[in-house]
T-cell receptor, first 108, second 114 residues
Framework: GQQLNQSPQSMFIQEGEDVSMNCTSSSIFNTWLWYKQDPGEGPVLLIALYKAGELTSNGRLTAQFGITRKDSFLNISASIPSDVGIYFC????????FGAGTRLTVKP | NAGVTQTPKFQVLKTGQSMTLQCAQDMNHEYMSWYRQDPGMGLRLIHYSVGAGITDQGEVPNGYNVSRSTTEDFPLRLLSAAPSQTSVYFCASIHPDRAGYGYTFGSGTRLTVV
């Protein structure tokens, strides 16, 4: 089946630092999405990418859809304490599959 | 408020008991799905439905049943709960014309089977 490998599993950073995480797959997807999950809540969509090579920003967040359609990355610039949470990548080709998540901790 | 509503938020079951996790959405979304979230494994698709009367299996369907009699509701049934079904369950929905916008998720049901 379609498997997504998301890395790193966790990150501990200082407020103000930039963050980078990525997702790779052996299968191609026609949509890549990035979600954030706060404790006790469901995931919330951050960025959606629709075509290979696409680079999209949402405030301090930037994500790219890899040209092979098998990978994507998410960057967060100048992190702040409220960036804390679990970030999931998801690939869609028919149904949607999720990576295992990156747990981000931001130290003030 | 429009969105996906899941009930209950927490549940403890004994092995062998049955229960239904409820999911309702008021956005007229055709596509609904159930995921389970386990530590270190992300979200895994259990069952999904592309419209009323149509359901299909996802990645981990064993031990779960679903039905879709209306567009609004998509309940998930555990017929005989097992400790391996201890997890957090999320219901999600999406409108097919807005597929690129991603799912809207409920706030989850935390289930413990003892």
């Amino acid at each position: 089946g379609q498997q997504l490998n998301q890395s790193p599993q966790s990150m501990f950073i200082q407020e103000g630092e930039d963050v980078s995480m990525n997702c790779t797959s052996s299968s191609i997807f026609n949509t890549w999405l990035w979600y954030k999950q706060d404790p006790g809540e469901g995931p919330v969509l951050l960025i959606a990418l629709y075509k290979a090579g696409e680079l999209t920003s949402n405030g301090r967040l930037t994500a790219q859809f890899g040209i092979t359609r098998k990978d994507s990355f998410l960057n967060i610039s100048a992190s702040i304490p409220s960036d804390v949470g679990i970030y999931f990548c998801a690939g869609r080709f028919g149904d949607m599959r999720f990576g295992a998540g990156t747990r981000l901790t931001v130290k003030p | 408020n429009a969105g996906v509503t899941q009930t209950p938020k927490f549940q403890v079951l004994k092995t062998g008991q049955s229960m239904t996790l409820q999911c309702a959405q008021d956005m007229n979304h055709e596509y609904m799905s159930w995921y389970r979230q386990d530590p270190g494994m992300g979200l895994r698709l259990i069952h999904y439905s592309v419209g009323a009367g149509i359901t299909d299996q996802g990645e981990v369907p064993n031990g779960y049943n679903v039905s879709r009699s209306t567009t609004e509701d998509f309940p998930l049934r555990l017929l005989s709960a097992a400790p391996s079904q201890t997890s957090v369950y999320f219901c999600a929905s999406i409108h097919p014309d807005r597929a690129g916008y991603g799912y809207t998720f409920g706030s989850g049901t935390r289930l413990t089977v003892v």
